[in-house]
């Protein structure tokens, strides 16, 4: 590669960081699309898009500061989306294939076949150096904490930034928790072995261990949406009264899971508890 | 040329109320195109006459409309139609940009000439039905010409679009009907000579369950088209409320509660849930027949 | 009395009618054909006219008919269909679809039977 290939990918790489920040991304990097060795099968970037080089991440649409204040979680339950977070993504893309001349793609935010995703856009996100893992389980960035990714497939060649040297997780006020009480602030607010989700163990400043009850976890974030609604649907069918049925048919409940089915591009996310105690990024939530 | 170069007949110069007309229609589609479309197009409702029954005509909607503006988009992008994992166009290919920029050129008819401007209604009011067709508005602004591929309306230089119209009761000057077809091309005549099938037909093929069958006639023209669109439904609505309705009906018929459980909590049952909750993600699922339709190609070639 | 459905022995009785003259199947649609020639499928109400029933039965039988049209296992099969296609022309480009039928002229050509 010459020293003039160099200077116009870097400018390029340049560009899309510009349109990135200027559609409303707060962070954003550039994954090297071989480098997803541990990806599962089918969720590589160049079994999805044929000759993809790069995979250019963008995170940001977090909840307001105001949103984390406010003492009602139904509140926080209308504030999560990734729909924001996917349109910049396709900006990017189109920007890529428009400007550029290369092939670009979007990930979509949903699943694939059996709930799987196209992509593990926080492993994008991880080896785009957008953040590191959290024993909580969101990806952290050590100055924003927790937010929303996208991650756009493209042909086009780039310099790439790697991982983070420095995890944020666990963060110092985590690491002196734990070595005060034996837990972490996501731990203490949600754990394992009291009917939560999050466990594990600390050692010399890092995450040793993890333990994570994806299936509870789900009753959690997707309380009211496709999880809640096909367990209600079961009782329907499974219940002989009619007046029962009716009742719950017509529940809160019910009615909550369809309105957020509907809504489904302001509601994916459903449990902040842990992230809300997270320390990560915190300070950008005291506002006046 | 662009849309915005429209030659002047030197036989038409327009008075002044004409030139005011121009002068807003040319406004128009540079607002509509610097806001994202790819393609705009302007017809006067009588077309409509000739092909839609009474009641479903532009000034049955909008009583008094006079134009109708319509625009075009582009959907999936150039990498989503590489992907070998057909799910990914799918979940890609739609992102509203014509509804969005169709509701700005309402906005902007209305608030700056003072004109009832509406968004054609483009989603189905009862079953199937539209109640306003898209692809004819297109056809008949000149958009683009129908197709042997499920009837889909091909530009010229982009091939699959996406429309959006907006019925106005302002009266503007109007963009010809394309006189050449744009299907079938060049190619797809070789193809169709060499085999007897277009390659849309031939990927889709109504004769071995697919959704499409035509020939084309010694001009080199269409000469007879047949879409099984109930079929395409299957494909193009994979998961979603035809999906989910078909499915409940075979859970509700279940009799053993555990093979119920099972359908409930299938893959199936759950992608058809999701495809209702996340439409906009999802809106168009099959695009074999576009896969192979060398319309718009060129504009898909990258690096 | 609960919301509307369609009596279905009315819905058995005008189905196939009803989907005939719907658009559930299009043929000859393309606007340069002759009027003549084409078939462009009628509305609710022109149905109805047709039928001497009312059109908001006519729309209800039409909404049945077409979710009815095919059993699911076609949606079964869709996902094979596409999965088929896709990977196809990622190896082959078009020539996935078209080659078959291309041969096929060519052999009935050699053959004399075309």
Request: net charge negative; charged share 25%; aromatic share 8%.
């Amino acid at each position: 590669m010459s020293a003039a290939d160099l200077d116009l990918m870097k400018a390029q790489k340049l560009e899309l960081g510009e349109l990135a920040k200027k559609a409303g991304a707060l962070v954003f990097g550039v994954a090297d699309a071989n480098a997803f060795a541990s990806a599962m099968e089918g969720q590589r970037p160049t079994e999805l898009l044929p000759g993809c080089k790069t995979v250019f991440v963008l995170g940001g649409a977090q909840p307001r500061a105001g949103d984390w204040h406010s003492p009602s979680y139904r509140h926080m339950e209308t504030t999560s989306t990734s729909d924001r977070v996917t349109a910049m993504g396709n900006r990017i893309a189109q920007h890529i294939e428009r400007r550029f001349g290369y092939y670009a793609v979007t990930i979509p935010p949903g699943v694939d076949r059996a709930r799987r995703p196209f992509l593990n856009i926080a492993l994008a996100a991880e080896l785009a150096g957008c953040g590191s893992p959290s024993l909580a389980g969101p990806l952290l960035h050590p100055e924003f904490g927790f937010m929303y990714y996208t991650a756009v497939l493209t042909t086009l060649p780039l310099p790439v930034d790697g991982p983070l040297t420095t995890p944020a997780c666990p963060a110092p006020e985590c690491v002196a928790m734990w070595d005060e009480m034996g837990t972490t602030p996501c731990m203490a607010t949600c754990p394992i072995d009291d009917g939560g989700c999050l466990g594990g163990s600390l050692e010399d400043g890092h995450v040793k261990e993890r333990r994570y009850d994806v299936a509870r976890c789900t009753t959690r974030v997707q309380t009211s949406f496709i999880p809640g609604f096909q367990k209600a649907l079961e009782a329907v069918f499974e219940e002989p009264e009619k007046e029962k049925r009716k009742m719950i048919l017509y529940s809160s409940q019910f009615t909550r899971t369809l309105w957020s089915m509907s809504y489904s591009n302001v509601s994916q996310g459903q449990c902040f508890e842990c992230m809300r105690v997270c320390p990560v990024g915190s300070k950008h939530r005291n506002l006046l | 040329m662009s849309n915005l170069d429209k030659p002047v007949n030197a036989a038409q110069v327009p008075d002044e109320q004409g030139l005011i007309a121009m002068s807003r229609a040319n406004d128009i589609r540079k607002l509509a195109i610097s806001s994202g479309v790819d393609v705009v197009g302007i017809a006067p409702v009588e077309r409509w006459d000739e092909f839609v029954p009474p009641g479903s005509r532009p000034y049955d909607i909008l009583p008094g409309a006079k134009s109708v503006v319509v625009v075009g988009v582009r959907g999936p992008s150039a990498g989503a139609w590489q992907s070998p994992d057909h799910r990914l166009i799918e979940m890609n290919g739609y992102d509203f940009a014509n509804d969005r920029v169709i509701h700005q050129v309402a906005d902007h008819i209305e608030q700056e000439y003072g004109y009832h401007a509406i968004q054609a209604p483009g989603l189905p009011v009862g079953g199937h039905q539209p109640a306003f067709s898209m692809m004819l508005a297109a056809v008949l602004a000149g958009l683009g010409t129908r197709s042997f591929a499920a009837n889909i309306i091909l530009n010229p230089k982009y091939g699959l679009l996406y429309y959006s119209a907006c019925l106005t009761t302002l009266e503007l000057p109007v963009d010809p009907m394309l006189e050449q077809d744009v299907c079938p091309a060049p190619m797809c005549v070789q193809v169709y000579k060499a085999g007897g099938r277009t390659p849309c037909q031939a990927a889709c093929p109504s004769d071995e369950g697919g959704c499409l069958h035509g020939t084309i006639g010694p001009d080199n023209r269409i000469e007879s088209t047949y879409y099984d669109r109930e079929r395409c439904v299957s494909r193009a609505m994979n998961f979603g409320i035809n999906s989910f309705q078909k499915a409940l009906e075979q859970i509700a018929n279940e009799d053993d509660d555990d093979r119920r459980t099972m359908m409930i909590h299938s893959d199936f049952f759950t992608r058809s849930t999701s495809g209702i909750a996340f439409y906009k993600e999802s809106v168009a699922q099959c695009f074999e027949c576009m896969r192979v339709c060398p319309i718009g190609r060129a504009e898909r070639k990258l690096k | 009395m609960g919301f509307y459905f369609v009596d279905p022995e009315l819905y058995r009785k005008y189905k196939d009618q009803v989907l005939s003259m719907s658009q559930a199947i299009q043929i000859n649609y393309p606007e340069h054909l002759p009027p003549e020639k084409r078939q462009p499928g009628f509305s609710d109400r022109q149905i109805a006219e047709n039928l001497g029933i009312e059109e908001r039965v006519v729309r209800e039988i039409r909404c049945v008919a077409e979710r009815d049209y095919y059993p699911v296992d076609e949606w079964e099969r869709a996902l094979e269909f596409k999965d088929r296609a896709c990977k196809g022309y990622a190896e082959n480009g078009v020539a996935y679809a078209t080659k078959k039928y291309i041969d096929r002229a060519k052999a009935a050509k050699a053959s004399g039977t075309d």
